[in-house]
């Protein structure tokens, strides 16, 4: 895209890039983690390129973490690194990160109540519900400084000074639950934004999420609401992929949240056409639900080259998801989510902020 500038801010936590995974837990075998720093700072580079101003975060305090997050998740996010480098792990059996091995699954429970576990290890799994999800010194400050990110993008559109504002959150975080994290997220950026945007005054919010993957935990978080509209357009889970047990059609809302929640799981090797018009149709869904603000869980691994979803999406669709969302006409803030292929990763994020501010 050549002679563009990019007009959107960039909201942007130098402690983003004090999470260093350092490795994951997959199948039982450690691999090489792929969320690492270095996404951040080719989205940044390639967003200063674009010309965007890039903008520090805010300090917040923990009030809009505890309005979609249980506190007890909030805590031991804060604390279980410092609680786990005290113990013995580092030197046996030599793990310095916080790995759960056991989870208090029903298969486990078989109806009895939960208890908390003493060990530091084995209370992991109350929080962690996979091997992936590694905390280590500094994971707590990044998602903090993610979750900063966002609200300083909220407030920047809430003000009224922009229509749209990103925030580049990292480590990502549509898959974090009310109670639980998981899928390389922690705190959930974009279920924090629309809270703040909730607080600020906006009866309705829209979260649209056009990550690879399904944001299970930010459904999770709004599933019982009417006031939160979330509608997903991803892999379909029932192919084989993330989150696995979540993310289907059929989920569609609870109680105050029945017809709030909107899933289109989509075929491996899906291209732009077809994802292109389940955004479309999540993004009616949101006109119809009477949102005054717009959340964008921007997740670019739905990419063709990249390593994590098998959809096709190119450059060209990602600028044209933008589109379609700037017809809504709302208030947008755009969080990123996933995105692997370091290579093409600026340049996809670059391409949907292009679109989204077109067609104002
Ligand atoms: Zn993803």
Redesign the pocket.
């Known amino acids: 895209m050549p002679n563009m500038t990019l007009k959107t801010p960039v909201v942007w936590s130098d402690a983003c890039l004090l999470h260093v995974p350092k490795g994951e837990v997959w199948v039982g075998v450690p691999i090489e983690g792929t969320e690492v720093p270095a996404r951040a700072e080719v989205i940044v580079a390639a967003l200063q390129d674009a010309g965007a101003v890039v903008t520090p975060a805010s300090g917040y305090d923990d009030t809009v973490l505890t309005d979609v997050h249980d506190p007890e998740l909030v805590d031991w996010l804060r604390t279980c690194s410092d609680e786990w480098q005290r113990g013995s792990y580092s030197v046996d059996p030599g793990q310095d990160r916080v790995v759960p091995y056991v989870f208090p699954t029903a298969a486990l429970l078989c109806g009895l109540p939960l208890r908390s576990p003493t060990a530091v290890h084995g209370r992991a799994g109350q929080y962690a519900y996979d091997t992936m999800t590694l905390v280590g010194p500094g994971t707590w400050e990044a998602a903090r400084g993610a979750v900063d990110a966002a609200l300083t993008a909220v407030d920047l559109v809430a003000s009224g000074r922009h229509e749209t504002a990103y925030a580049l959150c990292r480590p990502p975080g549509h898959h974090a639950t009310p109670n639980g994290y998981g899928g390389s997220c922690y705190l959930n950026n974009a279920a924090v934004a629309a809270q703040a945007l909730r607080t600020k005054g906006h009866e309705r919010v829209a979260i649209i999420d056009i990550?690879?993957?399904h944001g299970n935990g930010t459904q999770a978080i709004f599933y019982d609401r009417s006031d939160v509209y979330y509608g997903s357009v991803h892999v379909d889970p029932a192919a084989g992929w993330f989150p696995h047990y979540v993310g289907h059609a059929d989920e569609t809302g609870r109680g105050d949240g029945a017809g709030a929640n909107r899933n289109i799981p989509l075929a491996e090797g899906t291209p732009d056409d077809d994802w292109l018009a389940g955004v479309a149709s999540i993004a009616e869904g949101a006109k119809a639900h009477g949102a005054t603000a717009l959340v964008v869980s921007l997740?670019v691994?739905a990419a063709i080259n990249d390593p994590?979803?098998p959809l096709q999406i190119t450059d060209r669709g990602y600028q044209a998801a933008g589109e379609q969302l700037a017809t809504l006409g709302l208030p947008t803030v755009a969080v990123q989510?996933?995105g692997y292929h370091l290579p093409s990763l600026g340049g996809l994020v670059v391409a949907t902020l292009a679109g989204l501010e077109s067609r104002r």
């Open positions: 990550d690879a993957h997740g691994d994590e979803s989510e996933g």
